[in-house]
């Protein structure tokens, strides 16, 4: 990193919202265990619903085989895609309830549920591979057109942990590293390519000078990150491309020091790359105004119609890669099976048209966004499985 210049006991706190939760309450307090997976969006939302659960919980990690695709079939109920030897340990007494999310852990959650004698509710966040009717509950968001179900939960954006509290901490912890920044801050949240979406470093080079725009017209500065997915040549142009007192953190694994939650905390804006869902989630569930920023341009925008093109393309920019395979996603949207797609376009739309973000470079975001209460909805449905 381097730097250039009193609620009800039963209450869950959302985003500086309080949500009463329901007054059923299960006879004991069940044990949890949260399967972890290999996608950091995925791991997220399981350790959001098992925080708002307040129930405590104990983590699962996986290391899986080479060839787990093969071994490891979703609807199967089997631990042979999983090096068990290099993997959590899983022994009696087996839990209440577990959280999954991701193709990998289905089969691991079912094997649990066996052994368990059926008795452990399986709760899958996101898309699951199997069947519907495996699962005690689905907590699933817009992009993956999930149909309607008695154990699926459609919310309106993925599960995040942004809460008043973890903000507040963040935030006393934060504030005095960046004191030598004049504020207002803007904080820009990268991400990475997304399938058809590319970030790449004329993309980096272009948030730079968007957000070092939007921040030097309010005699601000800039708090950016970059994330797991972010390529190292996209973070160079980025950070390279900042022309105004910024503090710039390049995603490190396990870094104790990641100032993610300190730069949402601090945040007076937030911009943040449209190709998470996950990220733009978090930023919004802030109540600050939010920009969602397209990595693409032209036939590689995320946006409908197209984002325009800001510098003319040379010709065999139009037969690249990236252009290839927009049009290849676009089709699959449109002739293409839902049950092996995700339109994140759908979450982008939604956010936007709710007035909790706006695309950078088109308009304001709404000065009082509603919130979201996605965390507090799958807590209660979640809980309801265990009520008296």
Partial sequence: MRATG??????????????????????????????MGHRAGDNTQVHALGEALGWGFEEKRFVYKKYERVLNLPFMATLA????????????????????????????????????????????VGRPWARLDRWDLVVTTPQYRLPKGP????????????????????????????????????????????????????????????????????????????????????VDALFGGVTVPAMLYRWRRDDAENPFFGFLALADAIIVTGDSVSMMTEACATGQPVYFY??????????????????????????????????????????GPTRLTRDIRIVQQRLVESGRAAWLGEGEPSGNPPPLEDVARAAARVRALFAS
């Fill in 81 to 124: 895609g999983v090096a068990q030897d290099r993997s959590s340990v899983l022994l009696p007494p087996w839990p209440d309830l577990v959280i999954t999310a991701g193709r990998r852990n289905e089969p691991i959650a079912r094997w649990i549920k066996a052994h368990s004698g059926g008795r452990t509710k399986l709760v899958h």
């Fill in 151 to 234: 154990t699926v939960l459609h919310n309106e954006a993925p599960l995040h942990r942004v809460t008043r509290e973890r903000l507040a901490n963040a935030a006393l912890e934060w504030a005095p590293r960046v004191t030598q920044l004049p504020r207002p801050y803007v904080t820009v949240l990268a991400g990475g390519p997304s399938g058809p979406y590319p970030f790449d470093p004329n993309s980096g080079a272009r948030l730079a000078r968007q957000a070092s725009e939007l921040a030097g017209k309010r005699g601000g500065s800039l708090l950016v990150t970059t994330s797991a997915r972010t390529p190292a040549a996209t």
């Fill in 294 to 335: 397209d990595t693409g341009e032209g036939k590689t925008s995320m946006r409908e119609p197209p984002a325009p093109t800001s510098t003319p393309l040379r010709w065999w920019e139009h037969v690249s890669l990236a252009h290839l395979q927009a049009f290849i996603y676009r089709q699959t949207m449109k002739v």
């Fill in 6 to 35: 009193a609620e009800s006991p039963g209450a869950a706190r959302i985003a500086g919202r309080t949500v009463e939760r329901e007054a059923t309450a299960p006879s004991h307090v069940p044990s949890v265990w949260l399967l």
